[in-house]
């Protein structure tokens, strides 16, 4: 009985471990997109800019931001570490140069005006 305890105490260690990791997980990746989608305003700045959607991107440890700019669409990808430090900003396939980025992360994102901007609370 007491070998049986300590197998359920174990799973439930394991159970409860994994359930913490997957919701930590959950928050990174909510942060990432949330980050890339507030990129959106500072990035794509024409007329008639309007948010689609927002998501995982294609590869593993990116973010996508969907949007229409005029009449056609576009796709914004961020690319991420291992946590949310922004590495890359892409349009359409074109990334932003390393100082551009830069100043993306430093002079906006890093601010209020990029929550307040957020297209997803418009």
């Not at 980050?35 to 305003?41: D, M, N, S, V």
């Not at 995982?56 to 700019?69: H, I, K």
Request: contains cysteine.
């Amino acid at each position: 009985m007491k070998r049986l305890h300590r197998w359920i105490l174990a799973g439930g260690i394991v159970a409860g471990f994994l359930g913490g990791l997957a919701a930590c997980q959950d928050t990174m990746r909510r942060d990432r997109v949330a980050i890339c989608r507030r990129a959106l305003p500072a990035v794509a700045t024409g007329a008639g800019v309007r948010f689609l959607g927002a998501g995982l991107g294609p590869a593993p440890g990116t973010a996508r931001v969907d949007y229409n700019e005029g009449t056609r669409q576009h796709r914004l990808t961020c690319r991420f570490d291992g946590a949310t430090k922004l590495l890359e900003v892409a349009t359409d396939g074109a990334a932003l140069s390393g100082p551009a980025l830069y100043m993306l992360q430093r002079y906006y994102l890093d601010t209020p005006d990029a929550a307040e901007g957020d297209p997803a609370h418009r």
